[in-house]
């Protein structure tokens, strides 16, 4: 990559990192807390992702603060377990679960690190699916309104980044391979009110934030892959443009104009849905005002045509870490998704594409004008100690480097950002390898196989990153 200027950070930008409840604290049976659908899948799923113990964050949050402390970060992006804070349908709030995370976020607040909290990151309480079938049945509306309300009341004096749902938009897209439509008999057309269901929940998680925390901002975490046309066959750029309709737009023009988008409502017409729009939802929806935009950003896709006669192929992501594996799928009519000839990949063939960053913010920017911070963004790797009891990462540096860069370049451009968080700050679980695909700027000795004595180990991008905060990013 060719550095032709030094990009400059605003004074106050937040640096730090990210995670998830259940792909790091671990401690799943303890502290009261009760299971989450994704902690049976992870069993199932095992030697892959067994979130029992995790990076065991639970047990080293204090040892973990304090080497974010020491890296130099002035933000910690994580999220809230909602059956750790409310465990049982009885609605009773554990009190182990609210003194965890205001440890956590004490923790945080005195080494001047500004805690950025998402209330929901995948991990569906078991009781909560029990009762109301997940998102799928609108009895959920209240008790997430009420889950949110003691998050705020409890934290909120200290918590003033509120983050609703995480990637809702993918959460969707990919429904089965994150669970969601679990129960659905027909997800191509139920995800449309299972969406608009946890619109509703989010809606009122923007309104119960801006009612109850003093000074209390909110926002979505859309995951953002942007997606460029293949050539310039304008068949190829409309494609391109449905593909992120469908993954992506629909949702943000929801979160900032607070009301469905004219392809939405038209693609419901076509293929004959129902999105189970009741009176009053509309309403709730307008109240909802976001303050800014937390986007995850790892990659870049193709979008190119898809003729109504060719022949129906479904997505297939990489989960072996062995490069190649990936389907691009195609949507007769729609759109297909296929390889980037310009970009390398990662061994789970995701596209190491830094331009993605600034294409990225510059659209959101011109679309929606509101303030943005990156909660995710990293590099998935194979990593193990070296012979010299260190852990060399220089891909992962590279990768970061070439990211904030073009962070900076959109800050130049004009876009406002206000902080950058890449994932992860230690190792933790990936979302469908376990321990296997690492991305952290802190090793935990622990694998899939064994577990180990979870010790942590500085990677050599952790040293770089230090360097980098201090400078305010001008340290290349
Ligand atoms: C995001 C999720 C994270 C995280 C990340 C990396 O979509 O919000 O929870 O897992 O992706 O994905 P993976 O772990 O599958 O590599």
Known sequence: MYYKENPVFPEGFMWGASSAAWQVEGGVSEGGRTPAIIDLNSKKKKPYADNSIAADHYHHYKEDVALMAECGFSSYRFSLSWSRIIPNA?????????????????????NKIEPIVTLYHYDMPVWVDEKFGGWRNRGIIDVFDEYVRVCFENFGDRVKYWLSINEQNMQIVYGHWLGVSKGCEDWEKDKWSVNHIMNLCHAKAVIACHEMVDGGKIGPVPGYVPIYPETCNPLDQIA????EELTEKIWNDLYVHREYNGFVKKFWKDNDIDPGIQEGDMELIRKAKIDFFALNCYRSN????????SGFRELALNKSGIKGEFVYPNYPGQYA?????????????????PVAMR???RYVWDHYQLPMMITENG?????????DGKVHDPKRIEFLREQIYQVGLAISDGCEVIGYNPWSFTDLLSTGNGMAKRYGLVYVNTTDEEVLDLRRIRKDSFYWYSELIKSNGSNW
């Open 379 to 387: 590099y998935g790797a194979h990593e193990s100690v070296d012979a």
């Open 359 to 361: 294409y990225m913010l």
């Open 302 to 309: 193709v979008g190119k045509d898809a003729p109504p006669d």
């Open 90 to 110: 009885d609605g009773r709030v554990n009190p182990e679960g609210i003194a965890f995370y205001n440890d956590l976020i004490d923790e945080l607040v005195k």
């Open 337 to 353: 998704l296929a390889a980037n000839p310009y970009v390398e990949t990662t061994d789970w063939d995701w596209e190491i594409d």
């Open 240 to 243: 391109a443009m449905n593909a």
